[in-house]
């Protein structure tokens, strides 16, 4: 099988950028001053698109994902009364229910992604296309190999992402992503064998007693590629300035603006700029070391959102600062800025500098077509709020009540326990030794009437009660279904049917989540993916082994990978549908499914239409093997489509044969039906002969006896058999 004949990564973009070259010339074209213009208005818009977009997080979010983090973090929110110095000596338990539900989002979002070896499921158009089934099949196994994770260089960490961008859409409400080809390259200290040249005579020079060829060891920095894979950045909150005016249902193509903050070390951004890749149209402007370094400072807009997400009052930009000056950190810009009809993209240095020529988004991302290489997820669903309320948020009432609830019972345990002190005034007792009291302690008193020790009375059951209740509240909002459930519901949980409604009903709740979490986020990021691939996948060798396991020269007939293979249409799927959050109701339907189905088709089509290697990795898979299937000895899928395709000859085959036989059977039966016809017809004639005789004889015998001529009656016998003779 034949790779494309594309054979670097700057090559296989080419065939995009080509199509946007005479784009480019006609809509840049001009002198150096128009270009200069443009920068200049585009430097002044990012500005104002920053100030608006930094206003917006600081007047309506920022706060909200403050106290998110320090809740996930276990931590009471800001201006807390737990904070004061009122409560140092009191319990301040913060109750980690929140980043309970959290967590549990985060195994229900694992277990759904990748309980199965396949991450997609990507299918044809139009599945009478050969090409189409073909190209499904090929990219299905490039996009599952790309997001396997096994190989640094060729894939990218998608199981930490995917989790990673749920559990931000659990704790602020939504989650940013850009996806893009990484391509690069380094230097890799290696040696090699280079013969040994006598200079003069430039000739090779010779062992004198082996006349062996003699040869030498080099030094040398060779250049790699390091990384050649599709790639998924996400972006914390703070560092996506978004339009507060886009459209709720695409806020990344639906809004005027949108801008990307990378903080990188000065070394990093000078190696950005100086690279130049061939396989983009992005151009950097050369910039000074003077510019790069007058950036450098602290990121004071976004620090408390950093600080509150770090843990520890550190942030981890500003608060880590070297001698070398190589390592400060700052925070370039990548915009995409609507202007004029056009959709632009360009780098600034903290909205001061401009980075990059303002191109547009087509040519700097010629994959997407002129779409924004980005996506933006939400957590749950609210109309007309391009930032809806997070889980961490909706549930924080109820978190506070149970942090409260839950340390005045702590308290009042306390002083039952460690009996309140009552000391009379005026008494030489000291306070602090009191306080200080342990197992062993004695106290010296003059008069016993001095001291005397009170205790409050046990904590009272509505304090437990009050509780369990927020506690079953807590897992309905958060859509858990946890023990707390049960205990507070013990009329149903005593029934294997009540816990089969608590469990459903808060699963109903899970699994709607973690389908809009997968519609909005996760399959138009695989959508993404499976672009990338279309558009800068050249490893010959990676082409080369998704062929064969797609099998598609054996299928198809197709032996070579070319691009319009790749561009065929495909759908892509993830295998996320509701009661994927519980692997064994999952098991369980599809069980029932496949046993319905079975019920519904004869046995013999239901043993034809089945493919034994997919039942049995869905199976393991939900029983939370990723590869099942290499506990059986499974035919490939080619295999068995050969097999049916033999087996419904050989069906034919019978039935023809069936055809055959029933047809000679008749035949037979026919010419039977006739003998016996003919068998009657000669004994009714001989039956009529032998009547006849005996007719003939009984005239005989009485012309004897009466004297009547016998010539009339044999007569009239001979007419009449010969009429019926006629009519047989």
Not at 306 to 335: C, H, M, S, V
Not at 421 to 437: C, E, H, M, V, Y
Not at 629 to 638: C, D, I, K, Q
Request: hydrophobic share 35%; charged share 25%; proline share 4%.
């Amino acid at each position: 099988m034949a790779a494309r004949t594309d054979d670097t990564f700057d090559i296989a973009s080419n065939r995009s950028a080509e199509a946007g070259m005479e784009t480019k010339g006609q809509d840049l074209a001009g002198d150096d001053q128009d270009l200069d213009d443009i920068g200049t208005r585009m430097l002044s818009l990012a500005r104002n698109a920053a100030s608006q977009g930094r206003q917006y997080i600081d007047g309506h979010e920022n706060d909200a994902w403050i106290n998110a983090y320090r809740a996930y973090h276990n931590e009471h929110y800001v201006g807390s009364k737990y904070t004061t110095a009122q409560y140092r000596g009191r319990s301040r338990l913060f109750r980690p229910k929140t980043r309970s539900m959290i967590r549990g989002h985060d195994a229900q979002t694992a277990a759904a992604l990748f309980s199965t070896t396949d991450v997609v499921q990507i299918t044809a158009e139009d599945d009478s296309d050969p090409k189409q089934l073909a190209a499904a099949k090929l990219k299905h196994e490039l996009v599952n190999y790309r997001l396997d994770g096994s190989s640094e260089h060729n894939a990218f960490p998608w199981f930490m992402t995917a989790v990673g961008a749920n559990q931000i859409s659990k704790l602020i409400g939504w989650v940013c992503s850009k996806q893009f080809w990484q391509h690069e390259k380094t230097l890799f200290a290696t040696v090699r064998k280079v013969p040994v040249v006598d200079e003069e005579l430039d000739i090779q020079m010779r062992d004198m007693d082996t006349d062996e060829p003699l040869f030498d060891w080099e030094d040398i920095d060779e250049e790699r590629v390091r990384y050649d894979r599709p790639n998924c950045t996400l972006y914390a909150p703070e560092d996506v300035i978004r339009d507060p005016s886009a459209l709720w249902t695409d806020q990344v193509n639906g809004s005027a603006y949108l801008g990307l903050r990378h903080p990188m070390h000065i070394t990093d951004l000078r190696q950005m700029i100086e690279a130049r890749p061939e396989f983009s149209s992005v151009e950097f402007f050369d910039i000074t070391d003077a510019q790069l370094r007058s950036a450098v400072g602290r990121d004071e807009n976004a620090q408390a959102t950093r600080l509150a997400r770090e843990q520890n009052n550190n942030d981890r930009y500003n608060d880590n600062k070297g001698g070398d000056r190589e390592f400060d950190i700052i925070w370039p810009t990548e915009w995409f800025i609507r202007w004029e009809g056009r959709d632009w993209h360009f780098w600034t240095l903290t909205e001061t500098v401009l980075l990059s020529k303002p191109i547009p988004v087509e040519l700097a991302y010629p994959h997407k077509k002129g779409f924004r290489p980005v996506v933006i997820g939400v957590g749950t669903i609210e109309p007309h709020k391009i930032s809806p309320m997070s889980h961490v948020n909706a549930v924080q009432p109820l978190q506070v009540q149970a942090n409260d609830i839950t340390n005045l019972m702590l308290d009042g345990i306390k002083q039952t326990i460690n009996a309140i002190a009552i000391i009379k005034n005026g008494s030489d007792i000291s306070p602090k030794q009191l306080q200080n009291r342990g197992p062993d302690a004695h106290i010296n008193v003059n008069n016993m009437d001095d001291l005397q020790f009170e205790r409050p009375g046990e904590v009272s059951a509505m304090g437990f009660a009050q509780d369990d209740r927020l506690s079953a509240e807590f897992d309905d909002l958060s859509g858990r279904f946890a023990p707390s459930s049960v205990n507070n519901n013990r009329n149903l949980s005593e029934t294997v049917g009540g816990m089969n409604l608590l469990s459903g009903a808060a699963n109903a709740i899970g699994e709607f989540d973690l389908r809009v979490f997968a519609e909005t986020w996760v399959e138009p990021v695989l959508r993404d993916i499976t672009t990338l691939i279309e558009y800068y996948e050249t490893d010959a060798k990676i082409l080369a082994v998704a062929g064969q396991k797609a099998k598609i020269q054996q299928m198809y007939g197709i032996d070579e990978i070319t691009d319009e293979l790749l561009d065929c249409k495909c759908t892509l799927r993830v295998d996320v549908g509701m009661g994927s959050a519980d692997p064994m109701k999952k098991l369980e339907k599809f069980r029932l499914g496949t046993e319905t189905i079975a019920a519904a088709l004869s046995p013999e089509g239901a043993a034809q239409a089945i493919k034994p290697r997919a039942v049995v990795e869905e199976v393991f898979g939900l029983l939370g093997y990723r590869d099942g299937a290499r506990f059986y000895n499974l035919p490939e899928e080619e295999e068995v489509e050969n097999t049916d395709a033999k087996l419904q000859e050989a069906m034919q085959m019978v039935q023809q044969l069936q055809a055959a036989l029933e047809d000679k059977q008749a035949d037979r039966q026919h010419e039977s039906q006739m003998a016996q016809l003919n068998i009657s017809g000669d004994l009714r004639e001989q039956e009529m002969e032998n009547q006849n005789r005996l007719a003939v004889e009984k005239l005989r015998h009485q012309n004897s006896m009466q004297q009547i001529p016998l010539s009339a009656f044999v007569k009239e016998a001979q007419n009449g058999r010969q009429q019926r003779a006629r009519g047989e």
